[in-house]
């Protein structure tokens, strides 16, 4: 049964960081292309980030870039999002998600979503 379970959400204060982290399993990296989306209330799904062991790269939605890193850790079989001066705008639920190709917002597989919460 393929599976995937994020964790590491919770409450942080604006420019504070967090690291989201997404465990497969029933399939390994080296078959799908991990994404993690967000979707903030009243807002619709969006991607912010992807890796990729089937194209070797990783890719970032402009929101993100230079303050999320994403990386695989093959031997974990997950996939961590590191969020770095986090702002408001950042907080909503983020989902990893397993298809062929990055960002897809028709993913294969999904997890469950972690909160995460930039507030003051």
């Known amino acids: 049964q393929l599976q995937l379970v994020e964790s590491g959400g919770g409450l942080v204060q604006p420019g504070g960081s967090l690291r989201l982290s997404c465990v497969a399993s029933?399939?390994?990296?080296?078959?799908?292309?991990i994404s993690w989306f967000r979707q903030a209330p009243g807002k619709e799904r969006e991607g912010v980030s992807c890796i990729s062991t089937i194209t070797g790269g990783t890719h970032y939605e402009d929101s993100v870039k230079g303050r999320f890193t994403i990386s695989g850790d093959k031997d974990k079989n997950t996939v961590n999002l590191q969020m770095n001066s986090l702002q408001p705008e950042d907080t909503a639920v983020y989902y990893c998600a397993a298809d062929r190709i990055c960002l897809s917002p028709a993913s294969d597989y999904w997890g469950q979503g972690t909160q995460v919460t930039v507030s003051s």
């Open positions: 029933g399939f390994t990296l080296d078959d799908y292309a």
